[in-house]
Structure formats: C-alpha cells, structure tokens
C-alpha cells in the first residue's frame, strides 16, 4: 500500500509540477472579457502581452521591457511566487523520486527513504501554498481592478478576466497540494 500511495503522490507531483511551470511561462494570465464584436484576443502574461487577430489568427507579443523594469506589483509578487513555487516543486520531486521504494537509491535504509518522501512532502507543501497566494492573489487582484472600475463607471474599452494561466497556475498549486498531504499524512 505504502509503495502505491508513493507512486500516486508521485504521479500527481510530477503532473503538478508540470502544469506550475507552464501555467508560470505561458501568456495568458488575464484575457480581454469584452463582447464578441473584439476583432482580436489580448492575453496578458507574468512576461509579455499577446494580441491575436480573430480574422487571420495572427499572433504578436510585445515583451515587457525588462524583468527588473517598473512593473506593476501584481506581476513581480505573481513571478516571484511562481518561481519559487516551481523551483521548490522541482526540488521535492528530485527527493521524492530518490525516496521511493522502487528506486534502488539506499535500498537498505528504508527509513532514510521514508523520511525523504516526507521531507519532499514538506517542500511540496511550502511550494504549493507559494504557488496558490501567487495564483489567488493575482486572480483577486485582477477582479479588484475590474469591480473598482466598474464601481467609479470607468470604461477603458476592454476589460479583463482571469486566463487559463491563472487558473491552470491554482489547479496545480493545489495538485502539490494534495500530494503534499499523501506524502506527510498518508504515508506514516
């Protein structure tokens, strides 16, 4: 049972893991809500904005300037956390795999690996919640600025949601969430 709870949590890491890195360098953390008369789709990144035209589904992203220019705080909190995030996931998956029981690393020393799916448990566990307040925050972020808009009757002409990045970034925060909790709780 012990060695199956490894693989599961293992499996759920690695896929968490995977989708934190991507939903970090992927585009589309905010996107223009605005109605279907938008000839292009606006996408905003922790790292560029993207314009693609509906017509010919052409795409153009203008990078921001530098990743120590002026940027809003929203963004370098978000980056910040991210970063974090995917280097600590990355780290309690190196540990997690030397810890697990089909691996033949320590064979003799089943505590020491035992022990070391904890430990990678932990650094799981500090890495999603890092992951979760950077996705959450920018997504309460994002609906503040558009709900104090709306309340001082200010129209910029687009207005933006939450993207797939922003939500792909909370779903796997929350994946090393739950193989954080098999891996501390469960496996002991």
């Known amino acids: 049972a012990s060695m199956g709870l490894q693989l599961v949590a293992f499996g759920v890491a690695l896929l968490s893991t995977l989708f934190l890195v991507i939903a970090t360098c992927t585009d589309c953390w905010m996107v223009n809500a605005d109605d279907s008369l938008e000839v292009s789709h606006k996408c905003r990144g922790l790292w560029r904005e993207c314009v693609t035209n509906m017509q010919d589904g052409v795409k153009t992203c203008d990078q921001y300037d530098s ?5 809003p ?4 909190v978000t980056r910040t956390l991210l970063i974090a995030a995917d280097l600590l996931a990355g780290l309690a998956l190196a540990t997690l795999l030397l810890g697990l029981d089909c691996i033949k690393f320590l064979k003799e020393e089943p505590h020491v690996k035992l022990k070391m799916c904890f430990m990678a ?6 890495g999603s919640v890092l992951g979760l307040v950077g996705s959450v925050w920018y997504a309460v972020d994002v609906y503040v ?4 808009l709306v309340a001082h009757n200010v129209f910029l002409g687009v207005h933006y ?10 779903a796997s925060a929350t994946g090393c969430l739950v193989a954080s909790a098999v891996l501390t709780c469960c496996l002991h």
Do not use: N, P, Q, Y
């Open 67 to 71: 990743i120590l220019a002026d940027h």
């Open 73 to 76: 705080v929203k963004i370098v």
């Open 121 to 126: 448990g932990v650094i799981l566990g500090i």
């Open 145 to 148: 600025e558009r709900a104090t």
């Open 161 to 170: 949601d939450f993207g797939w990045s922003c939500w792909l970034g909370m």
